[in-house]
């Protein structure tokens, strides 16, 4: 099987509680390799464009105002079956719903504040990490 990438995020709420190194550790131990990583912060017309495909959706303006609301770190990871594999590793996206072990169950706060973003797809995957990251930016 081929490597693969995936694109992550850990959001903002997550990073305000310190849980940026305990994240990026279950990562690690997950067997991703991190190719690019970077701490920024999005604009509210960023994050509007980073999530366009929910424009319209009622859930898009609050979605948008949490993403640009505080640092997040952005993440190109790299592993075996990476999109699937993280998907797995992050649980379902409303916490409630999450699997033991899984990165939302022990540290999201609610299904906005769910604490990391995966890309559920190849495409968006790349779609993603070109919003963030240029070529010499990614080992
Ligand atoms: P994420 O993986 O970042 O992709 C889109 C985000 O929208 C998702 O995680 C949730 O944080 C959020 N989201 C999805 N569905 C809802 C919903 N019904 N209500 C509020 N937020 C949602």
Partial sequence: MALGYTFAMIKPSACRKNHVGSILAIINQAGFRISAIQSTKLTLEEAQRFYEVHRGK???????????????????????????????????????????????????ESLQKNAVHGADSDENAKREADFFFNQRERY
């Fill in 58 to 108: 009622e859930f898009y303006d609050s979605l948008c105002e949490f993403m640009s609301s505080g640092p997040i770190i952005v993440l190109l990871l790299q592993k075996e079956n990476a999109v699937k594999d993280f998907r797995k590793l992050i649980g379902n996206t409303n916490p409630q719903m999450a699997e033991e072990g899984t990165i939302r169950k022990m540290f999201a």
